[in-house]
């Protein structure tokens, strides 16, 4: 009896033991596929971060080098690479304009589909058309853009970056601070990602590529 | 011991005058370029790397050029994600060492140039050391 009970028993055991792990498997299969299904689009880059979901950015009004107001909507349509800096910084500032520029040649036909930006954080001291002339020196393509400090601010909040005046010896010799990345605006002008120092150029050729290859 | 006073007074006076006998000596400039700029900008960088042959430690007290305003030592640095940048009083130099000044890191700050550089052209740039100054020539190129 006890065999045979014992038996059954096993029997039964082994049957619910094999649907559980069936249900089990299905429920693990699901999941998977659900995640594979589900899962956003993402971009592996060598040189920043991509945000797994682009973040709307708020409307501002700046001032372009061109002469015309710059706003969100010039920011749609094209890739953007917006470098935040000014140009009574003689060293990290052009050194990076001119990265920039050997990137947009490295970039081929793609380098249509990306607008390179060079946004001054010191209106005090770059007017509009002395930061076109300062930046065009480095591409002809280039955007270079500032504005009144209230719209900088907003823009800054959105964008992620932040700088700050450091007084000098003389009321015009003082210093600017700010982000170093470089930001990426995707084309329906949301914000995309970082990339981040220390730069090269090889990869952000490689980076910027794939990012522009990659439906949005 | 009476001539302890006079000595103490010229051992301080010796002291005192000290800085006012440093000098450059030993001083070394290798491949010093001023990266082309825009012709419009108002300050340009200066890089180099600077030794001291010497077998005392050199300090550089400023930094000037005929062809520009004035001329500023500065450390860049990145902290944070953020680029910052500040004059920095003077440059030690320890005995056979040497400091380099470079990109993204110190440099000299050549402020409101007389007139725009090109590559190819040269500038020279006066490193003073109390009341020493050795005058280093500098070429523009392009950068790179």
């Known amino acids: 009896m006890p065999d045979r009970y014992g038996g059954e028993f096993h029997n039964v055991s082994n049957r619910s033991l094999s649907l559980g792990l069936l249900a089990a ?24 971060t991509l945000l797994q979901q682009p973040r709307p950015i708020a409307d501002f009004s700046l001032n372009g080098s061109d002469g015309k107001p710059f706003t969100k909507a010039d920011l749609a349509g094209h890739w953007s690479v ?9 060293d990290v500032c052009p050194t990076t304009l001119a990265q920039l520029k050997a990137v947009e040649k490295g970039l081929g036909a793609d380098a249509a589909k990306v607008r390179f930006i060079f946004l001054s954080i010191d209106p005090e001291r770059d007017t509009p058309e002395t930061l076109g002339q300062y930046t065009h020196y480095f591409s002809p393509d280039f955007l270079a853009v500032t504005g009144p400090n209230a719209q900088l601010d907003t823009l800054g909040a959105n964008l992620g970056f932040v700088y700050a005046k450091v007084p000098g010896e003389t009321p015009q010799s003082y210093l600017m601070d700010h982000s170093s990345a470089l930001i990426l605006v995707d084309p329906k002008a949301g914000l995309a990602g970082y990339l981040t120092p220390p730069f090269k150029t090889e990869s952000l050729v490689s980076d910027l590529k794939q990012v522009i290859g990659k439906p949005s | 011991m009476k001539y302890s006073a006079p000595l103490a007074i010229a051992l301080l006076a010796c002291a005192a005058c000290a800085p006012a006998f440093a000098d450059c000596k030993g001083l070394k400039v290798e491949d010093a370029w001023i990266p082309e700029g825009p012709p419009v900008a108002a300050v340009l960088a200066g890089y180099g790397v600077l030794s001291n042959t010497g ?3 050199l300090h550089i007290d400023s930094v000037d050029g005929a062809d520009f305003g004035s001329v500023e030592l500065h450390q860049m640095s990145m902290d944070g994600g953020m680029m910052t940048m500040r004059p920095l009083k003077g440059l030690d130099i320890p005995a056979h060492g040497s400091v380099a000044l470079a990109d993204g890191g110190k440099h000299l700050m050549l402020m409101n140039p007389k007139h725009p550089f090109k590559a190819g052209d040269g500038s020279s740039i006066g490193f003073h050391c109390g009341k020493d100054v050795t005058q280093v020539p500098f070429s523009v190129r392009a950068q790179p």
């Open chain 1, 82 to 90: 917006i470098y935040v800096g000014y140009t009574h910084c003689p």
């Open chain 2, 55 to 57: 077998d005392k430690p």
């Open chain 1, 25 to 48: 498997f299905a429920v693990l299969i699901g999941i998977v596929a659900g995640m594979v299904v589900l899962r956003p689009a993402t971009v592996q880059i060598q040189s920043g």
